[in-house]
């Protein structure tokens, strides 16, 4: 209900130009006792809102409630059948304010791969999931064919609504630092807020040397000092550590439900310009229609039952 | 009894509470110990491969167990001595499984507390841990029991009790050994001692294991270096070839 009434005020205001401009913000957000918007609380991203525009959307750039619909049931229709509804927590709702793609800037709502980068990053290879076609690293021969996340590692950078499950992230925060915290693999990062500057020389870091200051009523967190994975897998390559990215993200509170959050990578060895994605972050999870509660401890490594499942079965098998 | 006593300990300014504030726990700290070895009194000794020699020889330690001895149940002092017989194979922390409470705090990792009047979050370097203790939901209940376990925590006379439950069984308190059941119940102390140090205290209960419930006590030091902070050793890639290189058919070694 709060969902409805909130897409009914976000498509009053919103039309293409305003996917672009800055946040509203509500008079009466949550402030901290030492003044600054107050950013905690267990947040989803989960939404049926994909990264890139479909084709088929190539001239909008506002849904309308019916087209946001059947965005959902795709996903339903994707990931939620085969008995895989029963531990998936599908973020089956695509974003109230009617974003064709999450990323918003190019205007085409594309990745904008270099050409020649791009042909390195297509996959081979039969996908461990049914619902996919291809992997990274098929066939896998070794542990080091499979990717980053099926390694309990990480997914990569950004805070991204890759998975078809744990899309929460908590965030806890002092005058001095913010934590974010996330469900999937357990990953933190505690970023200061003190105006230091980064590590220099950089000491290669999986989600990179974060910091963070106040512009306004936003916080942003500029990162760089990634670890450098060439040769490793990354079941979704545009995440991965490079040392040569540089990412900023942008954490507005825009109302007592919404974080508007937004990032922009910027690595000129992979992407011909820099590239925005908005995933505004909400508190109301049934706004996205996922479960609501607080985080629990996902113990991916310690339950990596997959690896050796995996390399128990012949290689010629991972492969269409 | 360790010299150490709570009683003799006078918190300073810094970290100490007042009538209307609790303690200000915020920083990165560190054990100073050897506890990580074995939480007993222990002499130096060999180190389980040979080819490590004195680097990886135990160093000794004064232990961190009041009275010293861990009062096990009669079957269970027989099985700590199988799992240090084994340890190289049994430890969980080779794989890089996340050490559980009260082993993270001893690890010889830093942590990072990040206090908030609702919940504190404690990261720990190694394996990239954490918990967050919360400080207002005393009944909260666990679903499921968990490697890092539900803490629960309040302030009680200028220090932080930590109330830890729902542990799974299968984290050890150190390298040689020593272990617990799912029973498991450790209720921490964090005491201020002065701007850079804080006295760390946990009583262990666990019926299934010991005939009683005991305490260990030791320091934990701020670190003090300028702009410090906790680097990735999530350890996961450092523990595969371990765990994994037996699997899998791969051609280059093969090759080889």
Known sequence: MIGALRSIV?????GAWLLLTPPTIAEDIPKTSWGVPDLQGVWTNATATPLERPDEYANTEVLSEAQRSQLG?????????????AWFDLGLKALSNGQTSLIIHPKNGKIPWKTDIKKTTSLSGKSYFPW???APGAPFRSYRDLDTGERCIT??????????????????????YIVIMQEMYH???IIPLDGRPHLDPPVGQWLGDARGYWEGD??????QGYLDTKGWHWAVPWRAAKSTLKLTERLTRTDEFTIDYSFTMEDSSRFSEPWTARIPLTNDHAERGVTSGDLYEFACHEGNYSIPNMLSMPPESHLN | MLAMSPMALIASKETASTKDTPPDLNGIWQAVSSAHWNIERHIGAHPPLSILGALGATPPGMGIVEGNNIPYQAWAETKRKEHFKKRLELDPTIKCYMPGIPRATYMPFPFQIVQTPKHIFVGYQFAGASRTIYMDRPNMQAPVDTWMGLSKGR??????????????????????GNFHSDALKVTERFIPQGPNHLLYEATITDENVFTKPWTIRLPLYRRIEKDFQLLDFRCIEFAEELMYEHLGQDPEKENK
Do not use: C
Not at chain 1, 155 to 176: A, K, R, W
């Open chain 1, 10 to 14: 976000m498509l009053n205001m919103v």
């Open chain 1, 73 to 85: 049931e795709a996903v339903l229709e994707k990931y939620g059948k085969g008995g895989r509804e």
């Open chain 1, 132 to 134: 996919e076609t291809t």
């Open chain 1, 155 to 176: 997914d990569g950078v950004g805070i991204y609504p890759q998975h078809p499950y744990n899309n929460n992230f908590q965030i806890f925060q002092t005058e001095l």
């Open chain 1, 187 to 189: 990953e933190y990062r």
């Open chain 1, 218 to 223: 936003t916080l942003i967190i500029e990162s």
């Open chain 2, 155 to 176: 302030w009680e006379d200028g220090s932080l009790t930590v109330e830890v439950i729902n542990q799974v069984a299968n984290t050890w308190f150190d390298r040689s």
